[in-house]
């Protein structure tokens, strides 16, 4: 009986060392690779400095990716003869971006220490520096996520909220990631920066009732009724490449280039969280980050599961 209870104990010593050392850590390149960190941000300032919507498209780069299946890079991978990927799913084809800059750190970090850095935490970081490069709050990452090995278009097709949805549609999306609607509202606060095409506003600026008309107006200019599908307007009209909570204000004076956005704002559960947080920059940056941070860790590879790709592109 006592032998038993002995192997019970050291089994489950054992399963708690192992699952720990599985974890994610804030400092997991200290030692490997050291330098990393500040390889990421120097050349994520580059870009942004060289074309501000970039920041917003890294930042959507990690959504994109922990909302299937993970962070686990898998949105990076490019489809081969007998493989599909996530690149050509409905929310992905023609719309995410930054791919190009992923693979400059990634082979930067390969110079510099070799199979050590995961795409996925490349992904990560590369949002937080974004965010922060373009006047948003920064956060602790948690590191040592590894990357996947496949990659499904059938989940990013289902996974990812659309820019039509519901307030209903989006609090369900972001519920079966464990996300609160609270979370999701400032979540959704990224779209203080970044800019969206045409075909996925289209229906607000002529249908929608719930949208301030010289704002629908101004719009329609450049994204008519049929054709100019990827011409673009800023997310946020006041502020575009600056990362504040003027996105919540503009939702409060029916401005939303989204339906999804306007949704937050619409006489529903959400209203009061979008009118606190255009009351209180603090308290959306706050909120955001911490969001950011539990996204992050949305069910990472780690251990011994995936592996560290040499190129973002492909499985090793």
């Known amino acids: 009986m006592a032998s038993n209870k002995f192997k019970f104990l050291f089994g489950l010593i054992s399963l708690i060392i192992a699952t720990s050392s599985a974890q994610l850590s804030s400092n997991f390149y200290a030692t490997t690779c050291p330098n990393a960190l500040s390889t990421i941000k120097s050349a994520v300032s580059s870009a942004v400095k ?98 996947s090995t496949t990659a499904s278009q059938t989940a990013a097709n289902s996974n990812l909220p659309s820019p039509l949805s519901s307030l209903s549609a989006l609090i369900t999306a972001f519920s079966n990631k464990g996300f609160t609607a609270k979370e999701m509202v400032a979540l959704s606060g990224s779209h203080t920066i970044g800019q969206a095409r045409c075909t996925t506003f289209r229906t607000r600026i002529y249908n929608d009732t719930n949208i301030d008309s010289t704002f629908a107006t101004s719009l329609r200019g450049n994204c008519p009724s049929t054709g100019g599908d990827n011409n673009l307007a800023p997310l946020d009209t006041t502020s575009p490449t600056s990362f504040d909570n003027a996105y919540f204000k503009n939702l409060l004076n029916k401005k939303g280039l989204l339906h999804s956005d306007q949704e937050l704002f619409n006489g529903g559960s959400t209203d009061s969280q979008v009118t606190a947080y255009s009351n209180n920059a603090g308290a959306f940056s706050t909120d955001f980050a911490n969001a950011m941070v539990k996204m992050g860790n949305l069910s990472p590879l780690t251990g011994s599961n995936g592996q560290i790709r040499k190129n973002c592109r492909k499985v090793n």
């Open 50 to 147: 060289k074309e501000a919507r970039m920041g917003a498209s890294l930042l959507r780069l990690h959504f994109h990716d922990c909302f299937v299946n993970g962070c686990d890079a898998s949105i990076l991978l490019d489809d081969t003869a007998n493989f599909t990927g996530e690149k050509n799913a409905g929310p992905n084809a023609n719309s995410v971006r930054g791919y190009e800059v992923i693979d400059t750190i990634k082979s930067q970090l390969e110079n510099l220490c070799p199979g050590v850095v995961s795409c996925a935490d490349i992904v990560a970081v590369a949002a937080r520096d974004s965010t922060v490069a373009l006047g948003g709050p920064s956060w602790t990452l948690l590191l040592g996520r590894r990357d």
